[in-house]
């Protein structure tokens, strides 16, 4: 049975050598655990990791691998996430914590579903991975997040008496609702035909039908529905001739850049101030994610004190 250890260090070196010629190391990064005397390698970060993780940087930030290689704080950066990892890792399987291979297919699929299967494969050509790194990133993510549900997460709650502290530090203004209204629109090139189609519309013709009909705005095969929205969101010509209309009235014809508009408001959502009730759970959402946050950055910074990272900041520097 394995000795429950008081005090852990991780030593890191980081032995890049020179690419003038010289053989480069497997490793990176070792993880080691000591005891006293006692040192025992856990686990690393081979040269292939590292350069994946900043060809990967490098195509998220620029779009393409052959981009101005990143500085060293991004570096740095990049290293230290990396190294967190392997932490959290660590402590997963100290605490026996791990997920399914069905969990990871499950995840796998999704994503190939979201960008298509030929789409994340020429995805992770561009970035020097195979399905199987993808696959192992995934079980790392969904481990992680497994350790701080059990480990972290179960302990954080949000009270209800910190909800109404909460509720009562929100400025007036955003307890409030703003006016929203539901419009549709026929737009048309001319104003001579939007004349003929306003006299269509007094005489009882139905504005959905003839805005399929006539409008060559794109939402006309929607009946010239523009959905839901507050001012600001539109044209301010829009804002203009709806926000000043009834419910079911028309609008006078008015001109854009676009072409000339008529305008029909089919639903009106008056400004409305907000109680605690309405607000209640999304403010509780808030501080739960708030604490929950503070809570991983606490677990996370308590698991480095138990730990000793020694890093050389110019072999570093030495990785393109």
Known sequence: MRTRLSC??????????????????????NVYLTQNEDKRLVDSITVEEYRQALARARLEREGKLNAAPLNATVKTALLDQMVDTKILLWKAKEL??????????????????????????????????????????IEERLTIGKLMSTAVHKKVQVEK???????KKIPKEEKKVT????????????????????ILLRRGKDFEKLARERSISPESKRGGDLGWFEKGIMPAVFDEACFSLKLGQISAITPSEYGFHIFQV???????????????????????????QAAENKFLNRLRKQLEIVRDESLLARIN
């Open 8 to 29: 852990f260090t991780l030593t890191i070196f980081l032995t890049l050598l020179s690419c003038r010629g010289e053989e480069e190391p497997a490793n990176v990064v």
């Open 96 to 137: 026996k914590v791990s997920v399914s291979t069905g969990a990871v297919s499950k995840e796998l699929l999704r994503m190939k579903e979201q960008v298509g299967d030929r789409e994340l494969r020429k995805t992770l050509l561009k970035s020097y991975q195979r399905i199987a790194d993808l696959e192992e990133s």
């Open 161 to 167: 008496a910190e909800v109404e502290q909460a509720w």
């Open 179 to 198: 006016k929203l209204v539901r419009a549709r629109q026929i737009v048309v090139q001319t104003e001579e035909e939007a004349n003929e189609i306003r």
């Open 266 to 292: 089919i639903g009106i959502e008056p400004e409305r101030e907000l109680n605690l009730q309405a607000l209640r759970e999304r403010i509780r959402s808030k501080l739960l994610h708030k604490k929950l």
